[in-house]
């Protein structure tokens, strides 16, 4: 069962709760980036090119807290760069746990194994860490040799310990369908508690332009990949609302839902999109306000958001979707396993 059904309920009740109250937008994932700095430098990521100065900078956990609290999202996402780099990410962690915030940190895992301690076992806590397929693949996406070993080693490692760990796969064009369905095996033999999937999407900053993913060659791609668990004939444990996996795959059409996962960093709340790169505001309810959130998504006209079907815009408007009468069932059966 990827997603805990104690968390899946504290998720329901909180989007109902906004929709009792009247808002029209609400955050459900805050991204929170407490430093860019790094200690790889993938290919289809583009953080690391920041200015020297800005790569010198952390949040420091007060910052963290307050843009929580700001938001109010219920899910805390602490991708970076490295957050594992950050020398006081393990009371940052703490924090967001006493505030009853279910977290992923993004990781790639190099420095996993050795920071363990600085943690404790939590059903809030879960490490997300990046595998974008076997050594071959992996060790190529984030250009160095022996990663997918030191990660494969770290997960053992924390699952041991007593640690939720999940994984976050990119698939990029060119991927070998029945290979990654080798791998999704593969990651199944680790009891992992989830494994997230995302088509590579277009991000100016990236050194590595080639491979993203235009909208038609996603759903070609995810249909063929993802056809042994549509017909039940492979039970993968993704840690998503299935009916974002149908959307990938072409059987939704959704719309973007830019409001729902906000992003903080050290430079402020982000303008819509982080892919984009259009700016920052000082406060989130600044964002809020002063975004025109009609210039954002696929049916907003605005082309570069024409192939985007990445989680960060979707999963919300998946997530809506699932509480409509219609699907809520298979929604549960998903939580259910």
Same mark, same amino acid.
């Given at each position: 069962?990827?997603?805990?059904?104690?968390?899946?309920?504290?998720?329901?009740?909180?989007?109902?709760?906004? #929709?009792?109250?009247?808002?029209?937008?609400?955050?459900?994932?805050? !991204?929170?980036?407490?430093? *860019?700095?790094?200690?790889?430098?993938?290919?289809?990521?583009?953080?690391?090119?920041?200015?020297?100065?800005?790569?010198?900078?952390?949040?420091?956990?007060?910052?963290?807290?307050?843009?929580?609290?700001?938001?109010?999202?219920?899910?805390?996402?602490?991708?970076?760069?490295?957050?594992?780099?950050?020398?006081?990410?393990?009371?940052?962690?703490?924090?967001?746990?006493?505030? #009853?915030?279910?977290?992923?940190?993004?990781?790639?895992?190099?420095?996993?194994?050795?920071?363990?301690?600085?943690?404790?076992?939590?059903?809030?806590?879960?490490?997300?860490?990046?595998?974008?397929?076997?050594?071959?693949? =992996?060790?190529?996406?984030?250009?160095?040799?022996?990663?997918?070993?030191?990660?494969?080693?770290?997960?053992?490692?924390?699952?041991?310990?007593?640690?939720?760990?999940?994984?976050?796969?990119?698939?990029?064009?060119?991927?070998?369908?029945?290979? !990654?369905?080798? *791998?999704?095996?593969?990651?199944?033999?680790?009891?992992?508690?989830?494994?997230?999937?995302?088509?590579?999407?277009?991000y100016e900053w990236a050194p590595d332009q080639e491979h993203f993913l235009k909208k038609e060659?996603?759903?070609?791609? *995810?249909?063929?990949?993802?056809?042994?668990?549509?017909?039940?004939?492979?039970?993968?444990?993704?840690? =998503?609302?299935?009916? *974002?996996?149908?959307?990938?795959?072409?059987?939704?059409?959704?719309?973007?839902?830019?409001?729902?996962?906000?992003?903080?960093?050290?430079?402020?709340?982000? #303008?819509?999109?982080?892919?984009?790169?259009?700016?920052?505001?000082?406060?989130?309810?600044?964002?809020?306000? #002063?975004?025109?959130?009609?210039?954002?998504?696929?049916?907003?006209?605005?082309?570069?958001?024409?192939?985007?079907?990445? =989680?960060?815009?979707?999963?919300?408007?998946?997530?809506?979707?699932?509480?409509?009468?219609?699907? !809520?069932?298979?929604?549960?059966?998903?939580?259910?396993?």
């Open positions: 069962m990827a997603v805990q059904i104690q968390q899946a309920l504290d998720i329901g009740k909180y989007i109902f709760t906004q #929709k009792l109250r009247g808002r029209q937008k609400f955050p459900l994932v805050l !991204m929170l980036e407490p430093l *860019f700095r790094c200690n790889l430098a993938c290919k289809g990521c583009g953080k690391i090119q920041h200015p020297a100065e800005i790569l010198k900078q952390n949040l420091s956990p007060q910052d963290c807290f307050a843009a929580v609290e700001q938001c109010g999202a219920p899910i805390v996402s602490i991708p970076g760069g490295e957050p594992l780099l950050h020398p006081q990410i393990d009371e940052i962690v703490a924090g967001l746990i006493q505030r #009853k915030k279910y977290i992923y940190l993004c990781t790639n895992a190099i420095l996993l194994e050795k920071n363990l301690d600085r943690f404790t076992p939590s059903p809030y806590l879960t490490f997300s860490v990046h595998l974008d397929g076997f050594q071959q693949e =992996h060790d190529q996406s984030v250009d160095r040799d022996g990663v997918f070993e030191v990660a494969v080693k770290a997960i053992k490692a924390a699952k041991a310990k007593g640690f939720r760990v999940s994984t976050n796969t990119t698939i990029f064009a060119g991927a070998d369908p029945q290979r !990654m369905q080798e *791998f999704f095996d593969f990651l199944e033999t680790l009891n992992l508690d989830g494994m997230m999937i995302s088509p590579g999407y277009s060659q996603t759903k070609a791609l *995810f249909r063929e990949l993802l056809n042994p668990w549509k017909k039940k004939q492979k039970n993968w444990n993704f840690n =998503h609302n299935p009916l *974002f996996l149908d959307f990938l795959m072409g059987e939704k059409d959704y719309d973007c839902t830019p409001w729902g996962m906000p992003s903080y960093s050290i430079l402020g709340w982000q #303008k819509p999109c982080y892919l984009l790169n259009e700016g920052y505001y000082s406060s989130y309810q600044e964002l809020l306000e #002063k975004t025109d959130w009609k210039q954002y998504g696929p049916k907003s006209g605005n082309p570069k958001c024409a192939d985007c079907m990445m =989680h960060c815009g979707y999963e919300t408007t998946a997530a809506l979707d699932a509480l409509k009468l219609e699907n !809520m069932g298979r929604a549960i059966g998903s939580v259910l396993g």
